[in-house]
């Protein structure tokens, strides 16, 4: 494949097959700015790949408000992302999906992960780990149930990194409700926890509920959360040290070789400075602030 210079020299390209919800979590106010869900069609979406490719992308992530609801006549998710793999290049490009359902991740989709193109990370949206609280917020699944579908994950995909969403002080979470939450984020061993105090969107349900938390309650759970959310991270590429994975270079920064395993691991080299948009194998070194550095980056 012969590629031409990128702009801004960015390695990524976002794909979007959808857009809007038809869900009605009570926090959200995007079906109400976005409508309801409308997916493009499979042809058109593996078009607008394979002319990102040809443009020297690396790497492409299929993003749109819950990918996990695509629908395009009778196919569905499993069936796009097997059409875009069908497309792929043996080799020298991969695959990312952002955020699924954890209602929708099935077998047959979860199978998919047996091909190395797609990258290792799964991006399922927790939003509270204690059931009371997802009752509260109209999510379809329980805390329990979350973990569970993890086990399953994991074992499908060895070495997966499994990212969320937290929501701290929504309206009613009491201090045990905050205990499970705490909790089940440890339990679940995340790679990454991105945290968010509860904000009233206007016209939410949320925004009208009982039980609002203070904010001086709110930051301090938040703390918490981000605490919990550091250890899993610092844990999860601490079980990943020693071992060699395969990272596509951004743009170097200060100098320094960066970028990204499969499986979400941020990787810095003084090697990979001049390796921008290509990929190599390392062996992951030793734990940095955000990341993992290593001695070789060939």
């Avoid at 919800?21 to 995007?30: D, E, G, L, T």
């Avoid at 941020?266 to 602030?289: F, H, I, K, M, Q």
């Amino acid at each position: 494949m012969s590629y031409v210079p990128l702009p801004f020299g960015n390695t990524r390209a976002l794909l979007k097959v959808e857009d809007g919800c038809n869900m009605r979590c009570a926090f959200c106010i995007i079906p109400s700015t976005r409508g309801r869900q409308r997916s493009r069609p499979p042809g058109e979406v593996v078009e607008e790949m394979r002319g990102l490719l040809r443009s020297g992308y690396r790497e492409i992530v299929v993003t749109g408000v819950q990918i996990s609801a695509y629908r395009s006549g009778s196919d569905r998710l499993f069936e796009l992302v097997r059409a875009l793999l069908g497309a792929l290049p043996a080799k020298g490009v991969r695959l990312r999906l952002t955020s699924i359902a954890p209602w929708d991740l099935d077998d047959r989709l979860l199978g998919l992960w047996a091909d190395p193109r797609l990258c290792r990370h799964l991006h399922l949206s927790l939003q509270s780990g204690s059931t009371a609280t997802l009752r509260r917020m109209r999510r379809p699944y329980t805390a329990e149930g979350y973990l569970c579908l993890l086990e399953r994950v994991r074992d499908a995909v060895p070495g997966v990194a499994v990212t969320t969403d937290v929501i701290a002080g929504f309206p009613g979470e009491t201090a045990d409700e905050h205990a499970e939450s705490l909790a089940t984020v440890a339990a679940a061993r995340f790679a990454k926890v991105h945290v968010f105090p509860f904000s009233p969107r206007p016209g939410t349900e949320a925004a009208g509920l009982p039980g609002q938390v203070g904010p001086e309650e709110k930051k301090e759970r938040v703390d918490q959360l981000l605490a919990a959310a550091d250890a899993a991270d610092r844990g999860f590429r601490r079980e990943h040290l020693g071992r060699r994975a395969t990272v596509l270079w951004e743009r170097p920064r200060d100098g320094m070789g960066q970028g990204l395993t499969d499986n979400y691991i941020r990787v810095y080299s003084p090697d990979g400075a001049d390796l921008w948009n290509s990929y190599s194998e390392v062996e992951l070194g030793e734990l940095v602030d955000d990341g993992v550095i290593t001695r070789s980056a060939i």
